[in-house]
């Protein structure tokens, strides 16, 4: 089996849980639990985007961190791509009610790009470095060390006004609201929304060791080459 075929899985699990974060972030999740509105911490991003560093992990378990970091930049140029063509698609099509202006979007698809090469690569390292620990050590702070990166370069360059050369700011994001939603403090929603997000992936990070084990004990002897 070629190189090409090996990462092929890797390389299209990749780009599509992209592309549904990048469409995802952009509708806050409507809800309320107690006094706490869901809208003022969570995007639907938040669900799916944790999933992108669970197929870093096993394509680096598999194959080691230099097919691992071919996923993850073969994976981001499709993904930065399919986040500029799609949701104008979806939305031609009725299948999303917010058509998204093409300078959001390009503002969107750049934070959701930088966020990816630099949370993803610094799980690739942190994980190789950690391989031979304790089975769970290096895909659980891999992900820990990424998912704050990812998070903090992901909502600052899309929705901090400082930002806004790179695009129009979210009037909604922009607006303050108790902090974390519950909160006397009050900060610009985006805040939160990173603190609500940087969280879900925390959690969905622990529960994801459970694909991962049971796909990487399939692996009784990774394919690891570099």
């Not at 003022?40 to 194959?63: C, E, H, K, Q």
């Not at 698609?89 to 917010?98: M, S, T």
């Amino acid at each position: 089996m070629n190189s090409s075929t090996r990462y092929l899985p890797f390389v299209v699990a990749m780009a599509l849980v992209v592309v549904a974060s990048n469409i995802l972030v952009q509708f806050p999740v409507q809800g309320q639990v107690g006094s706490l509105q869901l809208a003022d911490i969570l995007t639907w991003g938040a669900f799916s985007y944790p999933a992108a560093f669970l197929v870093t992990d096993l394509a680096n378990r598999r194959y080691g961190p230099h097919m691992a970091r071919r996923v993850v930049f073969i994976g981001f140029m499709t993904a930065v791509i399919c986040s500029i063509i799609v949701p104008p698609l979806l939305f031609r099509f009725g299948l999303i009610e917010i058509g998204t202006p093409i300078d959001r979007l390009a503002r969107i698809a750049t934070a959701s790009g930088a966020a990816f090469l630099f949370g993803q690569l610094l799980d690739v390292t942190v994980f190789n470095w950690l391989r031979k620990q304790s089975w769970w050590r290096a895909p659980v702070f891999g992900s820990l060390v990424g998912s704050v990166i990812d998070t903090v370069i992901f909502f600052s360059i899309a929705f901090a006004p400082a930002f806004a050369f790179m695009g129009p700011n979210e009037p909604f994001a922009l607006e303050n609201a108790p902090l974390f939603g519950v909160l006397q403090t009050e900060a610009a929603r985006w805040q939160s929304w990173a603190l609500g997000d940087l969280s879900m992936k925390l959690l969905i990070a622990i529960f994801a060791l459970i694909p991962y084990r049971l796909i990487a004990a399939r692996w009784s002897q990774p394919a690891v080459t570099a």
